[in-house]
């Protein structure tokens, strides 16, 4: 997966190290020389000196074709204007902001976009988003306890009761929308074709349920 991270701190330094070493393809922009340095001279991605939100610095770190854009620096607008940027004029797929203001997060949420507000687990947090592309989060909620996500159903789960795919403490089916209609279920519900499943589920689970929805891992 190609993802650009802009901003080469304390969590944009993690985040980018985390994700070269599960073998993504990582480049790092920012315009300070001594940041980018503090990825060390083993970090397997490429580094870009510029500023983040800049049309020619975001072409040269290859946004046209990124997969996941992490918007990291220490400042909150240029994070948002640079998130803008990549997820609405280059369409980036997957597009997280990191906020040190949690006021401004729903504001931004309304957006569409996903944001982090928290420097101690924002690292692994952001690697959870940006890596399970196929599951669309939709909230992170602050303490990193829970993330709320929605899904297509997908045929293996047709006939399935909500039961079966809810593992309790870790993955639960809050909602379903099916015909224009979302309801609450019940354990005893069945899952149809066209059924997109809203589920809460704590970070440590994700990839179980990956493997319970049949998603394979990039």
Not at 107 to 121: E, F, K, N, P
Request: hydrophobic share 45%; aromatic share 6%; charged share 20%.
């Amino acid at each position: 997966m190609k993802v650009i991270i802009m901003g080469c701190g304390r969590v944009g330094s993690q985040v980018s190290l985390l994700l070269a070493r599960q073998g993504h393809e990582v480049i790092v922009i920012d315009h300070d020389a001594n940041a980018l340095s503090k990825l060390g001279t083993d970090f397997k991605g490429r580094v870009v000196r510029g500023i983040g939100f800049d049309r020619n610095i975001l072409i040269e770190a290859g946004v046209e074709t990124a997969e996941g854009f992490v918007a990291a620096s220490s400042s909150d607008n240029a994070n948002i204007v640079a998130a803008r940027i990549a997820r609405n004029i280059f369409r980036v797929p997957r597009v997280v902001a990191r906020l040190y203001d949690p006021v401004r997060a729903e504001v931004y949420q309304r957006l569409g976009l996903t944001t982090i507000s928290s420097t101690a687990w924002g690292a692994e947090r952001i690697v959870e988003v940006v890596t399970h592309n196929d599951l669309d989060v939709l909230n992170v909620f602050s303490d990193g306890g829970t993330t709320m996500i929605r899904v297509e159903s997908p045929a293996r789960l047709n006939g399935h009761r909500v039961a079966q795919l809810n593992i309790p403490g870790e993955v639960s089916v809050t909602a379903i929308t099916r015909s224009d209609h979302t309801f609450i279920p019940v354990s005893g519900t069945e899952f149809q074709e066209g059924d997109v499943l809203y589920l809460a589920v704590i970070p440590s689970a994700m990839n179980r349920l990956e493997e319970m929805l049949g998603i394979e891992r990039r």
